[in-house]
């Protein structure tokens, strides 16, 4: 415990010494780790100058009610269809990311974005930037429930713990899909 405490010392003071200008232990690093930090949040900054803010935090609503809806659609479709289906939980993935993608779309459509009309072609569109994920939680939730229910031995809660760990799977998944699909510059 004492070891662990001391590399924590020496790290935390060989950081300090980078940080600092002026003090021994200044190199290269740090004037290049201050230019990266200004870079980005340079590139930050210009990245969420267009956006109002006001629209932001609406996004934001909708976003963590539609990951609430979404798990706990999820989970419902879960309970009511694994006793009538070996593999109900897929079915309850697909049905669950399908009400869930319809429920975003409609709170982005009204509450976010405020657009009128064209509600067919815009909800295809929406089903298309998050259909990679649907494909990916259902090829990955078979393994995530076999391996939860390996390692906790309890293959009931299974399928909710490997649901809630698709959604940090599909989180990351569906950023960088709309960071290079749906938002690209």
């Known amino acids: 415990m004492q070891e662990k405490g001391f590399a924590l010392l020496i790290v935390f003071s060989w950081n300090r010494k980078i940080a600092q200008p002026g003090k021994r232990g200044q ?9 990266a930090k200004r870079g980005y949040r340079g590139r930050l900054a210009a990245l969420v100058a267009h956006i109002p803010a006001a629209q932001l935090r609406r996004y934001l609503i909708v976003g963590v009610w539609n990951t609430a809806f979404g798990y706990g659609t999820y989970a419902l479709f879960t309970k009511m269809l694994s006793p009538h289906l070996r593999y109900g939980y897929l079915a309850a993935s697909l049905l669950a990311s399908l009400l869930a993608i319809t429920v975003s779309f409609l709170g982005y459509k009204w509450f976010v974005f405020r657009t ?21 939680g259902l090829v990955l939730l078979p393994l995530l429930v076999f391996l939860v229910g390996h390692a906790t031995g309890n293959s009931e809660t299974a399928p ?17 899909g709309h960071k290079k699909v749906s938002f690209r510059a």
């Open 27 to 35: 190199n290269m690093v740090s004037s290049e780790t201050a230019s």
């Open 116 to 136: 009128k009309g064209n509600y067919l072609s815009e909800w295809c569109r929406c089903v298309m930037v998050y259909a990679g994920t649907i494909a990916v």
């Open 160 to 176: 909710y713990w490997g649901g809630l760990l698709l959604m940090g799977i599909n989180l990351l998944i569906s950023f960088v």
